[in-house]
């Protein structure tokens, strides 16, 4: 049956984010890889570390014969390097043991991950819910949702699109328009289907705590030294901030000395 075109799938035609260079493969690891840089971090931020990543671990297979040391160190300054860590703890299952049917069994990847990889890579028609698509359908439906009330919602919502596209253009349009702190109602294509137009009343915005100051800059300022540096004495380092490290796997001490694991 074909689907009608409607005005989100015009809006999404016209003004998607096509030219993001992770959108131009249906390659399983280039997608996950996308979808885990881009967890808690802007695209932009994304964009300037894409080129580098993406040339050093082209497959799984690539990064599963290197060391999570080294994956740390690629991964630069985007920040949670928790990520990295699950990222190659992912490819080391792939390399030996293919790709699961279930992708949450992945380290790293939950629902919404597995969906996302699902609906780009293997165009499957499921839906896949993150931080811009539950906004959208929310103040659309005019309340809050649960997970899988705002996954059957994102269906309603992006009627006339099916898996990878209704995904994206939903995902662009909370982006772009429908955003937290000053949507841009007149310009949105399914404004007349909204009940809110606007922020929910009792809408949940968080803030991210000041960085400057923080246990995460302490944390960030070990790392570094430790990427930039083979072994550092641990006299030298935070030593709350460098026990963090080596309990989350980011970090070895071997003899008074850290570095990278």
Known sequence: MRLHRGPLAAWYSDNGRHDLPWRATRDRWTVLMSEVMLQQTQVNRVLDAWPE??????????????TVGAVITAWGRLGYPRRARRLWEAARVIDHDGWPDDLT???????YTAAAVSAQADLVDV???????RRVVQR???????????????VRVGVGLTGRDRLLALMDLGATVCTARAPACATCPIRRRCVTRGPLPNEVRTRQAAFAGSFRQRRGQVMA??????????????????????ADGLAVVHRRAASLP
């Open 53 to 66: 990543f993406i040339a050093r671990f082209p497959t799984a297979e690539v990064m599963a014969a290197g």
């Open 105 to 111: 069994a992945l380290s790293g990847v939950g629902r």
């Open 127 to 133: 839906p896949a819910v993150e931080v811009n698509i």
């Open 140 to 154: 659309v439906s005019g309340e809050l949702l649960t997970e899988r009330a705002a996954e059957a919602g994102s």
């Open 225 to 246: 030294r430790l990427r930039s540096e083979a072994r550092v004495s641990t006299d030298e380092l935070d030593g709350e901030a460098l026990a963090s490290l080596v």
